[in-house]
């Protein structure tokens, strides 16, 4: 009888910005790599990584309206069990990994939980490793605010330094002492403008040492995940040949308003005068970006905004900047 193998899993983390998209979409473009099945999960009505995540093979499943850790936790567990029978089946392609993208506010300790209790996904599944994306500028702010940043590096089998091209050796230098006060025995990885091989992740996740056991908030001997603050999401839907300037002005004056509280802005706008795609960015430490998207945004997009936030409802945030938008702009 032939021995049973199991598919193995990436598990990618790293808070909101860090970088985890633009490395998944290079990761995907490697032979190590091909035949890959991808799950990118997001939090948000609207899903946007997926669509920036190009495949030479399948389409990026998604995740949407929820965090892996919570409320699509289950959706997670549902879906590789149904990639297992359509595998099976030969209803698709065999897939040689499965990579999974969190939500930025993810919690990877019950993720974990909930893939080793599934018994068919466990059985036929297994965590070659958790990588997680770390910012090198804002990373150990980051850290210090958010436990769901603390959990992503206590469950590292490797870190990734990013963006290490714009930021200083003072912040770089800063950002390796905070990886090793929380997880100091994980390999750790630099990347500029996501130049990281998927080869050098594979290897550093096969020297890793497992991660060492943590507490986290349960109820029984299940493992809850752990939050901060008041996290909404919302989206703000765009009209078809937005002015980029008036759109940036807008995001501009969002993040002056909301400061902190705004975690994240990501989406898709239609810009004047013929409406190209454009990707509409915004972020604390940042600030707004409005760029030609990496690969072709086809017809099916919406237009809009997904906007990630703390302590203040992100609908108040949406509605603050379609509210600009709509406003005309006096000489």
């Known amino acids: 009888m032939a021995a049973r193998t199991s598919v193995p899993v990436l598990l990618l983390t790293g808070f909101l910005g860090s970088g985890k998209t633009s490395l998944l979409a290079r990761w995907l473009k490697a032979p190590e790599f091909a035949g890959a099945m991808v799950i990118v999960n997001e939090l948000g009505e609207v899903g946007i990584d997926d669509r920036l995540v190009e495949s ?4 990026p499943l998604l995740l949407d309206n929820g965090c892996a850790c919570c409320a699509a936790g289950e959706d997670l567990t549902a879906t590789l069990e149904r990639l297992f029978w359509d595998r099976l089946h030969r209803k698709i392609p065999k897939f040689s990994w499965v990579l999974i993208e969190t939500t930025g506010v993810a919690d990877p300790a019950p993720i974990l939980d909930r893939l080793a209790r599934h018994s068919l996904v466990s059985e036929r599944y297994h965590v070659a490793g958790v990588v997680t994306t770390f910012d090198s500028r804002r990373g150990p702010a980051q850290l210090a605010r958010h436990p769901e940043c603390m959990s992503q590096l206590e469950h590292a089998s490797a870190a990734i330094l990013t963006k290490t091209d714009i930021a200083s050796e003072a912040e770089i230098a800063a950002a390796r002492d905070a990886i090793a006060r929380v997880r100091h025995d994980a390999p750790v ?3 500029s403008r996501s130049d990281l091989s998927a080869a050098a992740v594979i290897a ?12 986290h908030h349960g109820h029984g001997d299940h493992v809850h995940a752990a939050h901060s603050g008041h996290v909404t999401s919302a989206f703000a839907a765009l009209p078809r040949d937005v002015d980029a300037d008036a759109l940036a002005a807008a995001l501009g004056a969002a993040m002056a308003k909301f400061g902190p509280g705004l975690l994240r802005l990501k989406g898709f706008a239609r810009t004047a005068p013929h409406g190209a795609w454009r ?15 990496p690969v072709a945004i086809d017809d099916s997009a919406k237009a809009g905004l997904t906007i990630i936030a703390q302590d203040v409802e992100a609908r108040t945030i949406a509605d603050a900047i379609l509210a600009d938008l709509a406003t005309p702009v006096t000489a």
């Open 56 to 59: 030479s093979s399948d389409t």
């Open 189 to 191: 990885l630099t990347s």
């Open 279 to 293: 990707v509409a960015q915004a972020m604390p430490g940042d600030g707004v970006a409005i760029t030609e998207p």
């Open 204 to 215: 550093a996740m096969a020297r890793a040492t497992p991660p060492r056991a943590h507490r």
